[in-house]
């Protein structure tokens, strides 16, 4: 079915910028001094907040357009897994991307810190259930 393959296509770019994140640029970037750090965050976040925020409302749509022709119930929680990273993103993350985007912000502070560690353990919850998403959609084609 072509919505489950374009749900998949999307589902996979988004798990794959997430886990990327993740596991490569955030933990490089926690290897500079923290004003390098924050400073490097922000312009990234901006740029990966559209092509994230579009990928996974893409995906989950497509996915739960899938399970509403039929291609099963797979589809519909796999929707819902890879959609709940927006709401996620929204409520819990929210306040820390906030507070790392202040231009008041002491971005050689202890304070600075301890926000991009905690933005990174958030960001960790994202690539998690995108990459759920992804397997449930995966094994949905086996």
């Known amino acids: 079915m072509l919505l489950a393959n374009f749900a998949t296509l999307a589902t996979a770019l988004f798990t794959g910028a997430a886990v990327y ?5 955030h933990p490089a970037r926690l290897q500079c001094p923290t004003a390098h750090a924050v400073e490097q965050w922000r312009p990234s976040y901006k740029r990966a907040t559209v092509m994230q925020a579009s990928l996974a409302v893409v995906g989950s749509l497509l996915a739960v357009a899938a399970w509403l022709l039929g291609a099963g ?4 929680l796999a929707g819902l897994v890879l959609g709940s990273v927006v709401p996620f993103t929204l409520v819990v993350m929210w306040p820390t991307n906030k ?3 202040d231009p008041g912000l002491d971005t050689t502070s202890d304070l600075a810190r ?16 995108s990459l759920l998403a992804l397997l ?3 094994f949905a084609r086996v």
């Open 99 to 101: 507070q790392l985007e």
């Open 73 to 76: 119930l797979i589809w519909l």
């Open 114 to 129: 301890s926000l991009l560690v905690r933005w990174g353990r958030l960001h960790a919850v994202r690539s998690v259930l």
């Open 21 to 25: 994140i993740s596991l490569v640029e």
């Open 136 to 138: 449930l959609m995966l």
